[in-house]
């Protein structure tokens, strides 16, 4: 009778351990991804990093021919497009989230619509933004923004140069478009996560809708939407093929945005697979460590400011 | 006087808000302009979606015939050429990538959610999150350095593990989700049963939560279906029917960009119409399951 007991008990016991070493596992090796990810991109770039050191980051030269790489034209078009991205996907979508969840409070059904429709925008493949801004967008943008805006405002640098529609500028509108469904999704989760106690305390004094918004739900949800504007930067680094198909694909520094230019991601996709020369191959997958830190900086960053609002 | 300001002053830090007549019609104004530029937002938001869905449907529908599915690609200049390949490649790799991610997901979404207090689980979710947005190329730069390298060959299986990559974290989030939502009460009333608490998450906590489960495993199908950028590192793409798993595959997004870049009217025009049947089958997807199975996990948590 007793052995009995212990048995079943024993069996029950194995049972419990078994899965959570399976589920475990499995945990497990997803942080060993991560870890495994950042080895293997520094193991493969030992070539490059032993041959240029430090300085590979801060040249301009990108010479496959002569076996000369500098990173430093597509940190520039990366981080230039990325900032023209969240100046202005940053406004739009937060002026969704607030239409959603504060004009909206009363039509769940049209809110949930509406939802569904701009979740739908990161739901359309990436390659498929850059042919849609290849063949439509960038022309567009050439005939009835670029150009005119280069006939009255050339003076100005950013605005010089020959409005060609591949460049800088169409690279940054496709990529705000592209972060404007991630960054309205989170912010929209964090303005809902506000109390109603918050906007009841501020109409019970007679506030207006915006006054209410303005002053009391937003600087309440501040830190949340830091962190979801964050998550759509780290998205707009990283976005590759959108970026590849209508940046111009020339690393160039210059402050024209009417100018081609290149990014991280868009020359590793492009160059990769005819890269010839070992050292050409590593100083590709050095790129690719840069961008991992990029990503991995602003993804922890942003992670830990919305861990904190929940 | 000095106090009659000072209560002025604590009443606006307090209310933000001032009562003066025609400061009143100022307030209104704000909030009208507001609401429009609110409202603008969501037009702008929606402008591009439509758009985009009318070009790939204009453009993409002449193209789109039965031999266009059943054809291989021909030649610049040869009429008929088709997509066949890329839709094989294209399932075969998915297919495969998610027979590697399912376990995996699934089963690091079951760690999240019934032990959550262990640091494994709190350092291996945060790495999760990490993970569900890394740039997809550099997933791909990581598959090529430790499989293409090694077997010297672009393969279908190369791409899949890189698809596979992408899917984890997204199958095991929403794992996480759909499990930590099935009420403590059922857990408790399956325990006290008798039940040991493995076969309690068998039975009950992952059959009470499994159309959340499909939610997750289906959404991350259709990201992966889409993907394009790891899969120039790893399954280079082709021109005819892939024979073996380690060799160069074709696939629908690949085939996208190789012809939209390319300078061929008709290689562009069949671009538009691979892109029209790859957007069919994402809003498929991402419908199906806004439909069928219903609302996403992450929602009715807060409801």
């Known amino acids: 009778m007793w052995g ?17 070493a399976a589920v475990g596992v499995a945990a497990v090796s997803i942080t060993c991804l991560l870890g495994l990810l950042a080895v293997e991109l520094f193991l493969g770039s030992t070539r490059s990093i032993t041959k240029f050191g430090l300085p590979f980051v801060e040249g301009t030269t990108w010479d496959p021919v002569h076996d000369i790489f500098g990173a430093l034209p597509f940190i520039y078009g990366t981080l230039l ?43 359309v493949p990436s390659v498929i933004y850059g042919l849609w801004g290849l063949f439509f967008l960038s022309p567009l943008l050439r005939d009835f923004v670029e150009t005119p805006l280069h006939r009255y405002l050339g003076f100005v640098p950013l605005f010089s140069g020959t409005p060609f529609g ?22 929209k989760d964090i303005l809902n996560a506000v109390p109603n106690s918050q906007r009841e305390a501020m109409y019970s004094l007679g506030a207006t809708d915006w006054e209410v918004i303005q002053k009391s739900v937003l600087p309440y949800a501040r830190s949340g939407i830091f962190g979801a504007t964050i998550l759509g930067l780290g998205r707009a680094v990283g976005e590759t093929m959108a970026v590849t198909m209508v940046i111009g694909n020339t690393p160039s520094i210059t402050a024209s945005l009417f100018s081609g230019g290149y990014t991280l991601s868009a020359v590793i996709a492009n160059e990769f697979t005819e890269a010839a020369s070992p050292l050409y191959l590593s100083a590709l997958v050095e790129l690719g460590l840069i961008l991992f830190f990029v990503a991995l900086a602003i993804n922890v960053f942003a992670r830990l400011l919305l861990w904190r609002m929940r | 006087m000095v106090q009659n300001l000072e209560s002025e002053k604590v009443d606006l830090i307090i209310a933000g808000i001032s009562l003066a007549p025609g400061v009143a019609r100022r307030r209104r104004i704000v909030n009208k302009v507001m609401t429009g530029l609110v409202f603008t937002a969501v037009v702008l938001a929606m402008v591009p979606l439509v758009l985009i ?44 990538a998610t027979l590697i991610a399912v376990p995996i997901g699934v089963g690091a979404g079951i760690f999240f959610s019934e032990w959550p207090e262990s640091r494994l689980s709190i350092v291996s979710s945060f790495a999760n999150d990490v993970l569900a947005e890394f740039p997809s190329i550099v997933i791909g730069i990581f598959v090529y350095v430790v499989i293409v390298l090694s077997t010297k060959t672009f393969s279908g299986f190369a791409g899949a593990l890189a698809l596979s990559i992408i899917m984890i974290p997204i199958i095991a989030r929403t794992t996480e989700e759909s499990l930590k939502i ?88 069949q671009a538009w119409g691979a892109a029209l049947i ?25 409801t």
């Not at chain 2, 790859?278 to 992450?298: D, E, W, Y």
């Open chain 1, 4 to 20: 009995l007991t212990i048995n079943v008990k024993r069996k029950v016991l194995k049972g419990d351990i078994t899965l959570k």
């Open chain 1, 81 to 123: 497009t990325s900032a023209i991205a969240l100046l202005l996907g940053f406004p739009i979508s937060i002026g969704v989230a607030i239409f959603l969840t504060e004009k909206l409070k009363t039509k769940k059904a049209i809110a949930n619509v509406l939802g569904t429709l701009i979740e739908l925008l990161a739901a």
């Open chain 1, 166 to 187: 591949l460049d800088f500028f169409t690279a940054g509108i496709i990529l705000a478009i592209m972060i404007i469904p991630t960054v309205s999704a989170v912010s």
């Open chain 2, 278 to 302: 790859l957007i069919i089958i994402m809003l498929a997807f991402n419908l199906s399951v806004k439909f069928f199975i219903g609302r996403r996990p992450a929602e009715r948590a807060e």
């Open chain 2, 182 to 269: 099935v009420p403590i009460t059922l857990r408790e009333a399956s325990m006290a049963l008798g039940v040991s608490r493995w076969r309690t998450v068998i039975r009950v906590v992952i059959s009470t939560g499994k159309s959340g489960l499909a939610t997750g495993i289906l959404l991350a199908v259709a990201r992966a279906a889409g993907e394009t950028a790891p899969l120039i590192l790893t399954a280079l793409g082709s021109f005819y029917f892939p024979q073996g798993l380690f060799q160069p595959t074709a696939a629908l997004p690949l085939l996208i960009y190789t012809y939209g870049i390319s300078p061929f009217r008709d290689w562009q025009t």
């Open chain 2, 53 to 96: 869905l009318g070009e790939v449907v204009l453009r993409g529908a002449p193209a789109i015939n039965l031999s266009f599915l059943t054809n291989l690609p021909r030649p610049v200049g040869v009429p008929g050429g088709g997509i066949a390949n890329a839709l094989v490649g294209s399932f075969i790799m998915v297919g495969l």
